[in-house]
Nanobody, 115 residues
Framework: VQLVESGGGLVQPGGSLRLSCAAS????????MSWYRQPPGKERELVAT????????NYADSVKGRFTISRDNAHNTVYLQMNSLKPEDTAVYYC?????????WGQGTQVTVSS
C-alpha cells in the first residue's frame, strides 16, 4: 500500500498550492480520504475529509472557504487546493485513507508559507 503526496513547497502569503496524493495497492474508491497537517511543535490536526464517493466534504474551521478537497476515483488520487495561504498554514501535510478496518498514511509533504 502506498500513499504518495506531492505539490508542497514554499509560497508567499496569499498564494496558492495544490497538493496531490496518489494511492496504490488498495481499493481507493472504498476509503474515506482526508488531509491532516502537523505544524512545527504542534499536534497533527484534521484539515479536510471527502467521502468515498466524493459527494460530501468537511473542513476544519481554520481552512473553510480557502481550501478544497476533491478526489478522482478513476485515477486513485485525492487533492487539496489551498488558496489565500497564511503563515499559520505552514506544516507537514499528510494524506490519510480510512477504511472499515484499515487506516493508511502517506509520508507527508512540507508546505511553508512565508515572505
Amino acid at each position: 500500500v502506498q500513499l504518495v503526496e506531492s505539490g508542497g513547497g514554499l509560497v508567499q502569503p496569499g498564494g496558492s498550492l495544490r497538493l496531490s496524493c496518489a494511492a496504490s495497492a488498495f481499493t481507493f474508491s472504498s476509503y474515506i480520504m482526508s488531509w491532516y497537517r502537523q505544524p512545527p511543535g504542534k499536534e497533527r490536526e484534521l484539515v479536510a475529509t471527502v467521502t468515498s464517493g466524493g459527494d460530501s466534504t468537511n473542513y476544519a474551521d481554520s481552512v473553510k472557504g480557502r481550501f478544497t478537497i476533491s478526489r478522482d476515483n478513476a485515477h486513485n488520487t485525492v487533492y487539496l487546493q489551498m488558496n489565500s495561504l497564511k503563515p499559520e498554514d505552514t506544516a507537514v501535510y499528510y494524506c490519510n485513507a480510512r477504511g472499515r478496518v484499515r487506516n493508511y498514511w502517506g509520508q507527508g509533504t512540507q508546505v511553508t508559507v512565508s515572505s
